[in-house]
C-alpha cells in the first residue's frame, strides 16, 4: 500500500519522539478534547475504560476536522492504583500527594489506542496495559522532581522516558505503554485497517535516513 498520511491527535512529546524513533514522523493535530469533563461524566469507568473512552474522543475530534486522507492516531493514558484511576495531576501539590501514595506500590499504566482512516472512515481501538513498580523518593528529590514541572501533565505524575526514569524501579509489559503509545498494539491496530506498518516509514514529505 502506498504511504499514508498519519496524524497523532496529541500534544504529547513523548508520543511524538516514540513514534519519530520507529521510524513515523506525524503531523501533530491537538484535538482540545476536555479530557476532566469525560472523566467526570463517567463516575464508574474502569480506568481501562476511561482510557480507551479518552482516545477515542482525541481521534475522533480530529478526524472530524481533516479535509485530506489521513490515519489518525489517538492516544490516552491513566495510571491504575489500589483499583482507582489517576490521570495527570496537573499541580504540584497533587503530583506531591500521589508519588507519597506510590511509594514502593505497583500499580498499571492502561494507554488507549484508536486509529481511524478517513479515506474509509473504518476505525481499530485497544487499549494497552503495564504493570510499573513505583520506588521512592527523599524529601531534596520530590522537590526537585516537582520543580521541574514535568509531572504535573502526565498519566499518574511520572515519566518512564526522561526525568521520572530512575525512580521507577520495574515494569512488566510493553515499555512503550508506559510512554503514552504501544508502538506492539499500534502496529496491530494499523494491519487491521490494511495498511502495512513499514510503508508510514518516512511519511510527512520526510525523506531523510531513518533513524539508528
Given amino acids: ?22 521510524g513515523i514522523e506525524p503531523h501533530v493535530v491537538v484535538s482540545n478534547v476536555d479530557e476532566e469533563s469525560i472523566a467526570a461524566s463517567l463516575p464508574n469507568a474502569s480506568p481501562v475504560e476511561l482510557a480507551q473512552v479518552l482516545a477515542n474522543a482525541k481521534a475522533d475530534r480530529v478526524a472530524e476536522s481533516l479535509t485530506t486522507p489521513a490515519l489518525v492516531i489517538g492516544c490516552d493514558s491513566v495510571f491504575e492504583l489500589d483499583g482507582r484511576p489517576y490521570g495527570k495531576p496537573g499541580t504540584s501539590e497533587v503530583a506531591r500527594e ?28 485497544a487499549t494497552a496495559s503495564t504493570t510499573v513498580t513505583m520506588g521512592t523518593m527523599t524529601s531534596q528529590e520530590m522537590d526537585d522532581y516537582l520543580a521541574t514541572g514535568e509531572p504535573l501533565e502526565v498519566a499518574g505524575g511520572f515519566t518512564l522516558d526522561a526525568l521520572g526514569a530512575p525512580f521507577i524501579e520495574s515494569i512488566h509489559g510493553d515499555p512503550s505503554t508506559v510512554v503514552g503509545i504501544s508502538l506492539p498494539t499500534l502496529r496491530r491496530l494499523i494491519g ?9 516509514w518516512r511519511t510527512s514529505g520526510n525523506t531523510g535516513d531513518l533513524p539508528r
Fill in 98 to 125: 500521589r508519588w507519597q501514595q506510590m511509594f514502593g506500590k505497583t500499580g498499571i499504566l492502561h494507554t488507549g489506542h484508536c486509529v481511524i482512516d478517513t479515506a474509509t472512515s473504518q476505525r481499530a481501538e
Fill in 1 to 22: 500500500m502506498a504511504v499514508t498520511e498519519v496524524v497523532l491527535a496529541s500534544r504529547s512529546p513523548a508520543r511524538l519522539a516514540t513514534l519519530r524513533s520507529a
Fill in 192 to 200: 487491521e485497517l490494511g495498511v502495512g506498518w513499514t510503508s508510514l
